[in-house]
């Protein structure tokens, strides 16, 4: 039986491994996270393709008896040099990253979550710094679903309500949202207490900011206090999933 597996992958983190080696985390559409050490020094031609935010089709030899993975070869099909290029491109793409290892790749489906961080990455390769928070919050709140964590927006949990034009508010604790009549009648939490909020403890989400998690297709234009909305829900219920806040989500 062969020890070597062939995985479509993408690099998500990259560290010293000894003197001379690195050790690499990939996510992989066959069997998600995969951690594999890159042999060689500096000017090793692998460890260079072996970079972060690199993906393409990757060979790795594994070995049941040490239980250990080296990575063998690499064939690159995106380098996204991009991301290199503009400090917040790269925050935000390693704030993605992040966000995939803490959650173990989404836990199954992995050819989805490789999808999601592929696409996502793509967009940032060639964003504006204005436009790279939004990719993140935008790329949090699909992850959220793909988490099947994500709360229904556009309705009250409680009556069931449609506020197309009227703000809702989500409690943290009961990871739901809420119209004004209805949220006054179950326990707040006190972890999100938003200036902007009317309601003590809840997150208020008016309906530029649900329209704008809604919407299918392309990234429309964002104003500030919608942004800070879908931020602030989004990094809320992805910390909710995770039991904790990852610091990469706020550069």
């Not at 000894?18 to 050490?37: D, K, P, Q, Y």
């Not at 290892?101 to 710094?129: R, V």
């Not at 506020?163 to 006190?190: I, K, R, T």
Request: aromatic content about 10%; overall charge neutral.
């Amino acid at each position: 039986m062969s020890r070597t597996a062939v995985y479509q992958a993408l690099i998500l983190r990259s560290r010293p491994s000894g003197e001379s080696n690195r050790e690499v985390f990939l996510l992989t559409a066959e069997e998600g996270i995969i951690r594999a050490t890159v042999f060689g020094g500096p000017k090793s031609k692998l460890r260079a393709h072996a970079a972060p935010f690199n993906s393409g089709q990757v060979w790795v030899y594994l070995n049941p008896v040490k239980d250990s993975a080296k990575l063998s070869d690499f064939d690159v099909h995106s380098w996204r040099p991009g991301l290199r290029e503009l400090y917040d491109r790269t925050m935000a793409a390693g704030a993605i990253a992040d966000t995939i290892l803490a959650t173990h790749g989404g836990g199954g489906a992995w050819d989805t979550a490789l999808k999601l961080a592929l696409t996502a990455l793509d967009a940032l390769e060639t964003a504006s710094e204005q436009l790279c928070p939004q990719l993140l919050v935008h790329f949090l709140w699909q992850w959220a679903g793909f988490l099947g964590m994500q709360p229904h927006i556009e309705c009250c949990a409680v009556c069931g309500k449609e506020a197309a034009d009227s703000p809702l508010w989500f409690d943290a604790s009961e990871g739901s949202v809420f119209c004004a009549a209805c949220a006054s009648s179950v326990p707040q939490s006190q972890a999100l207490s938003p200036k902007s909020s009317s309601v003590p403890g809840l997150l208020q989400l008016n309906p530029g900011c649900r329209r704008w998690l809604s919407a299918v297709g392309g990234l429309e234009f964002m104003d500030n206090k919608s942004f800070y909305e879908a931020k602030a829900l989004a990094t809320a219920v992805m910390a909710g999933a995770l039991g904790k806040r990852l610091a990469s989500w706020d550069w």
